[in-house]
């Protein structure tokens, strides 16, 4: 063989091997994806689709634009990781025209393949056939150790089967000025309903302007907790405002009689809850869990929270659902997994301050903790007891809507508290009757 010859069957060979041998420098090497933050994070790793056809879904949530702006940023992701996937985002901020919305167009066969939606409705579009059952995902009620909070997929729960996957919940709580309990030489809040009435004629004794209890205008979901805060864990159905519950009436009247107008006000800076608790004198006040987390330390520090409440819980939690008329129910199962994963939902309560919809994601070893990045361990019991609070029958978003408007009424001074009280009365008794 000559020179020659012999130089070139050497390249060759030198040229086979660095195709057979070196690998491919931008193989497994994922760019950056920046979201509205300027957190950067990894992209993840491209799934190969070659010999399936696309598919689009359509997903539309009820969300505020912080929120909606980061699952932007998750859904960019998803269909990298999906390529043969395009997902189709929408938001309506407002909860009641979402839900009316929604309706109308599971009713015309033009749902979206994916909703996120209050728990609370699930059971009534479940029932009308209008949902596909989630236990595909793996987490039906055949799951031997589920990690979602059973009071979180109690109200998904009808005929044996789970209608949604839950997200996260954000319910409201009462917090106490630290200062008005310490000057009634009370260390925690009162438990019972009497301690409370208690407590605040001693607190109006010594300053007859004072307030004892504050809730936002037109906030129901804060009343029924509030109202809720005061029942035995076996009659947590307070709560729902049925008819001829006197108890609960004469509650309602202790807060129309008491408390002017109402008790009812807004916050001048959310950001300064302690300190304004502190400047009115207000011995307490109904707000959600993320508004108390987003607190600076030094406000919290002004505050006491009971860890034994909230009882319903469900009743501002979020999960996301499937259309029973969903083309692509695949791909919309597989959009759903992806977005409640643990750790979406870790990061979306790290922003936000919802808690999870999964147990290992709370911190095992703090009970006080609310500004890390696990939610503290005390809501675990919370989330996981028997679950007694829960949506009690299909038509309860009808009749709560009810009370909700005429909440606002009184919350403007329309009407007054007896006839809030008749009114919701009224509701309840047309909603049994099929009225």
Same mark, same amino acid.
Request: aromatic fraction near 10%.
């Given at each position: 063989?000559?020179?020659?010859?012999?130089l070139?069957?050497?390249?060759?060979a030198?040229?086979?091997?660095?195709?057979?041998?070196?690998?491919?420098?931008?193989?497994?090497?994922?760019?950056?994806?920046?979201?509205?933050?300027?957190?950067?994070?990894?992209?993840?790793?491209?799934?190969?689709?070659?010999?399936?056809?696309?598919?689009?879904?359509?997903?539309?949530?009820?969300?505020n634009?912080?929120?909606?702006?980061?699952?932007?940023v998750?859904?960019?992701?998803?269909?990298?990781?999906?390529?043969?996937?395009?997902?189709?985002?929408?938001?309506?901020?407002?909860?009641?025209?979402?839900?009316?919305?929604?309706?109308?167009?599971?009713?015309?066969?033009?749902?979206?393949?994916?909703?996120?939606m209050?728990s609370?409705w699930?059971?009534?579009?479940?029932?009308?056939?209008?949902?596909?059952?989630?236990?595909?995902?793996?987490?039906?009620?055949?799951?031997?150790?589920?990690?979602?909070?059973?009071?979180?997929?109690?109200?998904?729960l009808?005929?044996?089967?789970l209608?949604?996957?839950?997200?996260?919940?954000?319910?409201?709580?009462?917090?106490?000025?630290?200062?008005?309990?310490?000057?009634?030489?009370?260390k925690?809040?009162?438990?019972?309903?009497?301690?409370?009435?208690? *407590?605040?004629?001693?607190?109006? =004794?010594?300053? /007859?302007?004072?307030?004892?209890? !504050?809730? $936002?205008?037109? @906030?129901? #979901?804060? *009343?029924?907790?509030?109202?809720? =805060?005061?029942? /035995?864990?076996?009659?947590?159905d !307070?709560? $729902?405002?049925? @008819?001829? #519950?006197?108890?609960?009436?004469?509650?309602?009247?202790?807060?129309?009689?008491t408390?002017?107008?109402?008790?009812?006000?807004?916050?001048? #800076?959310?950001?300064?809850?302690?300190?304004?608790?502190?400047?009115?004198?207000?011995?307490?006040?109904?707000?959600s869990?993320?508004?108390?987390?987003?607190?600076?330390?030094?406000?919290?520090?002004?505050?006491?929270?009971?860890?034994?409440?909230?009882?319903?819980?469900w009743?501002?939690?979020?999960?996301?659902?499937?259309?029973?008329?969903?083309?692509?129910?695949?791909?919309?199962?597989?959009?759903?997994?992806?977005?409640?994963?643990?750790?979406?939902?870790?990061?979306?309560?790290?922003?936000?301050?919802?808690?999870?919809?999964?147990?290992?994601?709370?911190?095992?070893?703090?009970?006080?903790?609310?500004?890390?990045?696990?939610?503290?361990?005390?809501?675990?019991?919370?989330?996981?007891?028997?679950?007694?609070?829960?949506?009690?029958?299909p038509?309860?978003?009808?009749?709560?809507?009810?009370?909700?408007?005429?909440?606002?009424?009184?919350?403007?001074?329309?009407?007054?508290?007896?006839?809030?009280?008749?009114?919701?009365?009224?509701?309840?008794?047309?909603?049994?009757?099929?009225?």
């Amino acid at each position: 063989m000559s020179t020659r010859k012999y130089l070139l069957v050497i390249a060759g060979a030198a040229l086979l091997s660095v195709f057979l041998f070196v690998p491919d420098v931008n193989r497994g090497v994922p760019s950056a994806v920046t979201d509205p933050k300027g957190e950067s994070d990894m992209t993840p790793e491209v799934r190969e689709y070659a010999e399936e056809d696309p598919e689009s879904i359509v997903v539309t949530v009820s969300m505020n634009p912080e929120e909606y702006e980061r699952l932007r940023v998750e859904n960019n992701r998803f269909m990298m990781k999906y390529p043969n996937i395009n997902v189709e985002l929408n938001n309506i901020e407002q909860d009641a025209v979402a839900h009316d919305v929604w309706v109308e167009q599971l009713q015309l066969g033009e749902a979206p393949d994916v909703m996120l939606m209050n728990s609370g409705w699930v059971q009534e579009l479940a029932v009308k056939g209008y949902l596909l059952p989630t236990d595909s995902l793996g987490t039906g009620t055949g799951d031997p150790a589920p990690d979602q909070p059973v009071r979180l997929r109690a109200p998904l729960l009808w005929n044996s089967y789970l209608w949604g996957v839950p997200l996260d919940a954000n319910p409201s709580i009462i917090v106490w000025n630290k200062s008005m309990l310490a000057e009634a030489s009370l260390k925690d809040p009162p438990k019972d309903w009497d301690s409370f009435k208690e *407590l605040a004629m001693q607190v109006r =004794a010594a300053d /007859p302007e004072a307030g004892t209890v !504050a809730l $936002y205008p037109g @906030g129901l #979901n804060q *009343l029924l907790y509030w109202l809720d =805060a005061w029942v /035995p864990n076996n009659l947590a159905d !307070a709560a $729902y405002l049925r @008819g001829g #519950n006197e108890t609960r009436n004469d509650r309602l009247r202790w807060l129309g009689t008491t408390e002017n107008p109402g008790g009812l006000f807004r916050l001048s #800076n959310k950001l300064t809850l302690g300190s304004e608790l502190e400047s009115l004198h207000l011995l307490s006040a109904v707000v959600s869990w993320s508004e108390y987390r987003a607190l600076p330390q030094v406000q919290q520090n002004k505050l006491v929270i009971d860890h034994n409440e909230p009882k319903h819980v469900w009743m501002d939690s979020r999960s996301y659902v499937v259309s029973s008329g969903s083309r692509a129910a695949e791909s919309a199962f597989a959009w759903v997994a992806e977005m409640t994963s643990a750790n979406v939902q870790q990061q979306n309560y790290k922003r936000f301050g919802r808690l999870p919809a999964i147990n290992s994601l709370y911190q095992s070893n703090s009970f006080t903790s609310s500004v890390s990045e696990t939610p503290p361990y005390w809501w675990m019991p919370l989330l996981n007891e028997d679950p007694i609070g829960k949506p009690p029958d299909p038509e309860w978003q009808e009749r709560k809507a009810g009370w909700e408007a005429l909440w606002r009424q009184y919350a403007i001074g329309a009407i007054d508290i007896e006839a809030f009280i008749g009114a919701v009365q009224q509701v309840h008794n047309s909603s049994v009757n099929g009225l």
